[in-house]
């Protein structure tokens, strides 16, 4: 993953004396799946919809795949959006409206037949390709939404809620999906559901009231190979486990969150899979091991992260 896709300098927006973005300076690593964590009127919905050309910004400064802001003459193709809550033509087929978008992006009429039928399959939807949108369910219109965005192979992609509102199955179908992206395109996902960008994200950026207040690789985030939580069942001489832990593992900080977690906080000796290998028999000797926890749930940092007021709202 080299060098940086999109990055915005000091971005402002202002809607009277309101600022829905107040100096947000961002960039994506090329290549990255960044999440961007935030509450409700934060500003991401109107930073992706800055980015795309859709909304003009009061002051700041946008670079797009190294060619400054968006310009449909230079970046057709090149950039992918979902809206959040986007509609559809009712009228239209999966098939025309793809390949509609596709001779806009400026592909030739083969071209664009041929990204339409590939585009179609790949979201599973090449058996509907010719039902009218409004005989479509929730999901499938969706994936019809998101297959749009990735038409083309575009180098960026901004998808804002891609899950919201889907069932299950829908939603694992989807996450599927953009996990086969990663590492070909660059794809940011807004999200209020952390466990999702936690499984598909490699980078987040946790945005309050029109900037970004933290951004940094997901396993830097969440601490993910230097903290490992260990839920324990049965009785435990809690003084007598960790000195015998700490005999193993001497440079490591042990400490109990509530009555039978116990985790262990240690940077010194090459990740998790060392410490368990280490710790666990050990464990496993003197209590019933429940489960193995990397890291530090996303929720917990985003909480705190959270300024006062987002968390009490």
Known sequence: MIGTALSTRDLVKRYGRRRALD???????????LGLVGPNGAGKTTWMMTVAGMIVPTAGTIDLLGQGPFDADVHAGRL?????????????????????????????????????????????????????????????????ALAQSFLGCPDVVLLDEPLNGLDPVEADRVRRFLLTRRGRQTIVISSHNLHDVEALCTHVAFVEQGRVVRMDALDRITRAAERVAYALGGEVDR????????????????????????????????????????LLPILLARASVLSVVPGVPLEEVALSVAQPSARDA
């Open 80 to 144: 992918g959006f979902l809206p959040q809550d986007s509609e559809l033509p009712l009228e239209a087929t999966p098939a025309g409206l793809l390949h509609r978008y596709a001779r806009l992006q400026g592909m030739r009429p083969g071209e664009a037949v041929q990204a339409t039928a590939a585009m179609l399959k790949t979201v599973n939807l090449d058996e509907r390709a010719a039902s009218p949108i409004r005989t479509l369910s929730h999901g499938m219109r969706k994936r019809v």
């Open 23 to 33: 100096g947000f300076t961002l960039s994506v690593p090329r290549g990255g799946v």
């Open 239 to 278: 003084t007598a486990l960790v000195a015998a832990l700490s005999q193993v593992l001497p440079m490591a900080r042990f400490s109990w969150q509530g009555d039978v977690q116990l985790v262990c906080e240690c940077d010194e000796v090459g990740g998790v899979a060392e410490i368990n290998r280490l």
